[in-house]
């Protein structure tokens, strides 16, 4: 009889890159690792012997567990999370059920920024707003971001252990046609179809291809809005992080639909009386 604290992958995945997105904790112990060592966007690994740990972390957070199968181990720290007063779900048919429904897996060795401190360059647009809200929303959402003169981005990176991005002469960064997003998608393995559309209009905007994605001079208008409401980038990038929701939301749930408005056949008789 499954447990009453399950969530299926289907709706777990429907949650990864919403800001109602739970905390994800991969339990799977070194041996199960080691046959697929990939993530569940914004999952991290733990010891589940040492799962109570992060109970000063996990205060008020929703959580799911995962193992390789969802039994034991899953269902064993879920009990003992819901015992210190946390809302924790067990992932039906853990790690092994969610790659075998084809959802997004991240590869750890992308995973290599000390710390989750990231650095660009300072009054952000488009890709480096694009970019950190990918990482928040998918990869970690405790990622911080680093925004200094371009100059010295490569610096401050060196200086502070962290990783430089959407800059010249840098791993992360424009490769041909593609700009610093489309390069993330793909090395964190996360070319799911809404991200793919979101990275044209992301492209289209950052690259002035408006002729690529009708909905890319939007993005560039609100993005420029954006940096003139905002000298602060940090808050800049929070109101940006709005923003990119909307429009993953739109890529994933709304291309179908369209809006018209037309006044009631009432209204019409009336004004023509």
């Known amino acids: 009889m499954p447990s009453p604290n399950e969530i299926t992958c289907s709706q777990l995945n429907r949650l990864v890159g919403t800001d109602a997105a739970p905390v994800i904790i991969d339990l799977r112990i070194d041996e199960d690792y080691q046959l697929d060592p990939r993530l569940i966007p914004t999952a991290f690994r733990y010891p589940f012997e040492q799962i109570l740990d992060l109970l000063p972390q996990l205060v008020d957070k929703q959580v799911v567990v995962s193992c390789h199968r969802g039994r034991k181990i899953s269902l064993g720290a879920m009990a003992l999370l819901r015992s210190h007063g ?4 067990v992932l039906s048919g853990g790690h092994v059920a969610w790659h075998e429904a084809q959802l997004p897996l991240i590869p750890v060795e992308s995973l290599q920024c000390p710390g989750g401190l990231w650095v660009t360059r300072h009054r952000p647009k488009i890709d480096r707003i694009a970019c950190p809200w990918l990482i928040r929303r998918f990869v970690d959402p405790k990622a911080r971001f680093l925004f200094v003169p371009p100059a010295a981005v490569v610096e401050v990176a060196e200086k502070y252990a962290a990783t430089a991005f959407d800059v010249a002469d ?46 890319a001079a939007g993005l560039l208008a609100a993005s420029l809005g954006l940096s003139r409401m905002y000298k602060d980038d940090q808050r800049q990038l929070e109101a940006g992080m709005q923003l990119y929701d909307a429009f993953y939301r739109w890529c994933r749930d709304a291309t179908n639909e369209g809006h018209e408005w037309i006044p009631s056949e009432s209204r019409s008789v009336a004004n023509d009386e």
Request: net charge negative.
């Open 170 to 215: 840098v791993f992360w960064t424009h490769r041909g046609d593609q700009c610093t997003f489309d390069m993330m998608l793909h090395e964190f393995s996360l070319e799911t179809e809404p991200l793919l559309r979101l990275a044209t209009i992301v492209r289209a905007a950052d690259t002035d291809q408006l002729h690529l994605a009708p909905q």
């Open 86 to 89: 946390v809302v924790a779900e």
